[in-house]
C-alpha cells in the first residue's frame, strides 16, 4: 500500500513539474553586434500570431507562431527599408537540437520586403508540437517542399558575410 501510495506521488509531482518544464525550453537568439536573447514559449505567444497553411507531402497543414521579423527584433536585427546595401548580405542561421541547419537571406524573411512570410511556429493544427517537432518550427510560406521547415529549433543567429 505504501509504496503504491509513494508511487502515485511521484508520478502526480513529475507530471506538476513538466508543464513549467516545457516553458523553460527556450531558443537562444544573437544579434550582428553581439547581442544575446533567448525566446520562451509565453514571450512567442506575446508576439502577433500568424497562421500559415502548409502542404507537407500532400497533408494540409495549419501552423501559428509569430514573424521571424518579429522574432529577431529581440536581438536588434534590422528590418524593413533598413535592409538596404551592405544589410542585404546577412545571413540567419537556424539550429535545431539534432544538428539540422538552415540559413536564408535576411531580406528574404523580412515581411516589409517578401509578401511570403517566415514564422518561427509552436501550434500545428491547433495544438503545440510534439518533441519531434518542437518546442518551436521554422515555417516558409510559399516553399514547394518542406526541407527548410526546421524543427526543434535551439539557435537562431544574424551573421555578416562580409
Ligand atoms: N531538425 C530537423 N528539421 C527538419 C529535418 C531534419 O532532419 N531535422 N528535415 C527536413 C526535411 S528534409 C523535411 S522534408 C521536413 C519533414 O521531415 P520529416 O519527413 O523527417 O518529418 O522537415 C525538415 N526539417
Ligand atoms: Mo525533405
Redesign the pocket.
Known sequence: MRPAIALIVVMFLSSSVAAPADNSVSVALAGLDGQQSTLTLSELDALPRVKITTN??GTQHVFEGALLGDVLAKVGAPAGKAIRGIELTNVVLIE???G?KVALDLAGTDAATRKDRVIVANRMDGSSLDA??GPF?LIVEGDL?????????SAIRILRLR
Do not use: C, G, L, V
Open positions: 507537407e507531402h535545431a537540437r539534432d539540422y519531434s517537432r518550427q517542399r518542406p526541407a527548410r521547415a526546421i524543427r526543434m529549433i
